[in-house]
Structure formats: C-alpha cells, structure tokens
C-alpha cells in the first residue's frame, strides 16, 4: 500500500479513538461544550469529508467522488445558445404574434414591407424571445376589416362625402373681421363656384341665396340656409345681414351673402352704436358708405359670379356705387399662396367677375317686350366703359325664357334675369277658389293668365345658368377651395388697408 493510503487508515482510526472518548466523557459532563468543539473541527475539515444530509446538517464519511455544484445562470448571460430556462419560482413568458385578419389575407392588404419587428417586453428584460413579434405599421386594421367595401379593402382610399351645411357661417362678422371657422368645410378641390350678391336692403339678396342653395319657395323660411329679414326688423325698417354670410354645398358651390349696401339701417346703427370711428373715418355716412365699397371690392376680386339684385327698374346710385368699387378694387392676380412674387397675366390684364343684374319682384307689366327693350338698353348705356363681364353669360335673347319675345328683337345681350314675387301663384289659386258660379269653376280649372313663366320656373332656369358660368381661375395659378379661403383673407386685409380707399375716403370729407 502507498503511503497516502497508510496516512489516510492512521487518520481513520485516531478519529476513531477521539469520537469514543468524547462520547465517554459526554456520559459524565460537559456535553454542550464538547458537542459544539466537534461540528466546529468538522466544518473544518476538508470537502471529502463532509456529506450534506437531506435537512441540511453536516454528516461525515467516506466520499470518493467530488461533488458537482449547479448554479443558476446569470440574467445578465443572454448570449446562450440554445432557449432560456425561466428560473425558480418565476412565471415564464408567453409571447404571442398577433394574428392578421383571414380577410386581409385572402385580399393581400397586408404587405411583407409593411410588417415590421419592434422590441418586445421581454427583450427588454433580458430574455430574448423564441420567435420575432411583428407590428402593423401606417394601416389600421379594425377600420380595414370592419369596412366590406373591396375597394377600401385593397388598400385603395375611398373618398369620404363632405360634410353638409345646414346653416351659413360667418365669414366676416358684424364688426368687419375675418373668421378662421369656415375653412373646416373647405377641402382640397379646384373644381368650385364662387357666387356673391350685391344689393340694397329689402332686395330679397338672402332669399335669392337660399334659393339658390338649395331651398323650396314653398318651404318654411325659417329653414333657409341664409336667413331671410323676419316680420318684426321688417316693420321696424332694420336689416337682418351683417358683414359676409357663407355656405358651400355639395356640388362644391359657395355663396356669399352680404349686408345690404347704402343702407341708412346700418348708418342709423353705427349712429347709436359705434362709440367710435376709426381714425380715417370721421364722420358716420362716410364709414357707411366705405364698408359698403369694402365688400364690394372685395367681392369683385374673390367670386366667379356677382348677382346685383333690385326690385325696380334702375338705381342709380347702385350703378354708380358699383363702378366706384371697381375703380378702388385691388389689383389682381396677387402674389402666390406660398410668398413667391409674381406679376400680372401675360397680356397684362386684371381679373374681373360676371355680372348679373336680377329684377326681383317683378311685376306684369315688367315682363313686356318693350320694357324689356328699354331695360336693357339703359344698362348698356351705362357700363359701357366698364371692365366687368356683363354681357353674353344670362340673357333672354340668347336662352328664350320670356315667350312672344322673338330672337332678334332684343339688340343688347346684358346679362339680365327678372323673377316675379313669390306668392303670386299662392294669390291666384286663392281668387279663384272663391268663384261661386260655374263660369268661375271652370275659369278656375285653367291656368291664369300672368304675363311671365311662374316663379319656380324661373328659378330653375336661373339656377341652371348660373351654376353654368366658366369656373375661370381667379389668380395666374390654380385654386383649391382651401388656397382660395386664405387669397380671400389676405384680399380682405388688403382692402382695409388699401391707399386707395383711404384717398377715396378723403375726397368724400
């Protein structure tokens, strides 16, 4: 035997003759003493001879095999290999890939490019998950498969109708300032109309609009989209407009209706009102008669179609007031939406609307061949040295709306249009009700005799030429509805701080 293994029985039996008169000595006492100097030697001794019992004490004996101790992998160790070991007492983590609905797959609306990984939870934490998680990006999901229309689900967008108004909103409010609040209906269309109104009060400017827009003569007025002068401001000789009205409806159409122009109502308000004047504007008939040139210019400059309406045959002074807001509107084409500067057209000429002069309320007599005639004649007459497009667009001669009116017997082609009052039907219908003999019932059967088409007819055929004007561009670049809401703003900036108007100003004081 080698000497190691002599040294080791010699160990073995010494050990033994210790532990014999330990428990010797321990019969008699000084147990506790002795007890605890033994597991102290034995925790000393060397790992071979220690063996760990199942309740955790220390037992001695013979080990011929090293022990393996395992360890618990570090959290920080997350290049393993193989997949991680969730530890002890930790509830493992299941990661999910989200599912794509069968019917995006079926259609292909899901692309490989769109499906993208992101950092999971997990990785986050440490652990790298078994599987990639992908997100969905730029496209949401629900819309596409709630939606059971092919052509959204292809991924193609479906323009969605615009919102329908049913009231008019302001565009420049009582005291003459711009509102932002209309441009939420506005969108990204370049094929639009834009249709103001000039008149004086009492004219029926807000009813025509209404009708226009879209309104029943025979419905309740209360429901027009502008609203019309009530009985009460009517006996106390008001007006029901102030500054700008607006409304577009769906077939991108927008009206602007305006307060009554010369109007002695608003010099009565600004009279007992307006604590005081601006600065350029001292006296009250002069800042009426300014705001009246303000909307007019700016109207001149911003529509595709101006209707001047009268209920009677010529005004003058409306004539005049209309050639003054020409000669003080401001310049256009304007530099661009985007600040770069540009100049006029090419043949350096400035833009102007259509004009359409409407004779509202019109009576019998109104309709004959020979006023007609002289109507038109006078008007000629009076604008011919005007810029404004105001022949060729509404006409009787050219459309032949008035029978017994023959083709060439009407030399001028202003753009005139008359419309007769609007309970005229509702007046002939109740007079002939009232006939008690039978003549009267048989009269009453036939239609009466009113020397014009009726009002709904008329209307129809007023609608359908106007809404058939060339839509010409207003500057020497395309508009869109949007770009057209902030040339008109800066339009409206520009006329109350025009040079022009100020010098006009000072020459009426």
């Not at 004490?57 to 095999?65: A, F, L, Q, T």
């Not at 007492?89 to 990661?95: A, C, D, H, S």
């Not at 020409?326 to 833009?351: F, R």
Request: net charge neutral; with cysteine.
């Amino acid at each position: 035997m080698s000497e190691s293994g002599h040294s080791q029985s010699t160990m073995y039996a010494g050990r033994k003759r210790r532990r014999r008169r330990e428990h010797e000595g321990s019969a008699g006492g000084g147990g506790g003493s002795r007890e605890r100097d033994r597991e102290r030697k034995l925790w000393n001794a060397s790992p071979q001879e220690q063996i760990l019992q199942d309740d955790g004490s220390v037992k001695d004996g013979n080990i011929h095999k090293t022990p393996i101790i395992l360890k618990p992998p570090s959290s920080t160790n997350v290049s393993m290999p193989g997949p991680t070991v969730p530890l002890a007492g930790e509830k493992p983590v299941v990661l999910l890939k989200p599912r794509v609905p069968e019917m995006l797959l079926k259609n292909k609306a899901v692309n490989s490019s769109d499906l993208t990984p992101y950092p999971s939870r997990s990785e986050k934490e440490g652990q790298r998950p078994t599987q990639p998680i992908y997100q969905i990006q730029n496209r949401s999901l629900q819309n596409l498969a709630s939606s059971s229309l092919p052509e959204s689900i292809g991924g193609s967008a479906r323009l969605t109708p615009p919102e329908k108004m049913r009231f008019s909103t302001k565009l420049i409010d009582d005291h003459m300032n711009w509102c932002d609040s209309t441009i939420e209906y506005l969108q990204e269309h370049t094929d639009f109309l834009v249709v103001g109104v000039l008149g004086l009060q009492g004219a029926g400017k807000s009813t025509i609009m209404s009708l226009l827009a879209g309104n029943s003569f025979e419905g309740d007025q209360r429901q027009y989209v502008f609203k019309p002068q009530s009985h009460e401001i009517r006996e106390r000789g008001g007006y029901q407009t102030s500054g700008v009205d607006f409304y577009i409806t769906q077939e991108r159409i927008i009206f602007l209706d305006t307060q009554p122009v010369l109007s002695s109502s608003i010099l009565d308000h600004i009279i007992n009102n307006e604590r005081k004047l601006p600065q350029e504007y001292m006296l009250p008939h002069i800042y009426m008669e300014m705001q009246s040139l303000q909307l007019a210019a700016f109207l001149l400059t911003v529509c595709h179609l101006i209707l001047i309406v009268q209920d009677w045959f010529i005004d003058l002074n409306l004539i005049r007031f209309l050639q003054a807001a020409e000669m003080v509107k401001p310049c256009s084409p304007l530099p661009n939406i985007d600040g770069s500067s540009s100049a006029g057209t090419s043949n350096g000429s400035e833009y102007y609307p259509h004009i359409v002069f409407l004779h509202n309320k019109a009576t019998q007599e109104d309709f004959s061949p020979e006023n007609l005639q002289d109507l038109l004649c006078s008007l000629d007459s009076l604008l011919k040295h005007s810029n404004l497009k105001y022949k060729g667009s509404v006409t009787f001669k050219r459309h032949g709306i008035v029978p017994g009116i023959q083709h060439g017997f009407l030399d001028s082609e202003v753009n005139l249009f008359l419309l007769p009052h609007m309970d005229t039907e509702q007046d002939e219908c109740s007079s002939k009700s009232g006939h008690g003999n039978t003549s009267g019932q048989t009269f009453s059967l036939l239609p009466g005799y009113k020397g014009s088409p009726g009002f709904n007819f008329l209307l129809n055929k007023l609608r359908g030429l106007v809404f058939s004007i060339p839509r010409t561009q207003l500057t020497h670049a395309t508009l869109t509805e949007k770009n057209w809401f902030h040339y008109s703003a800066r339009i409206w900036d520009s006329v109350k701080k025009s040079p022009a108007m100020a010098e006009y100003a000072r020459l009426l004081a």
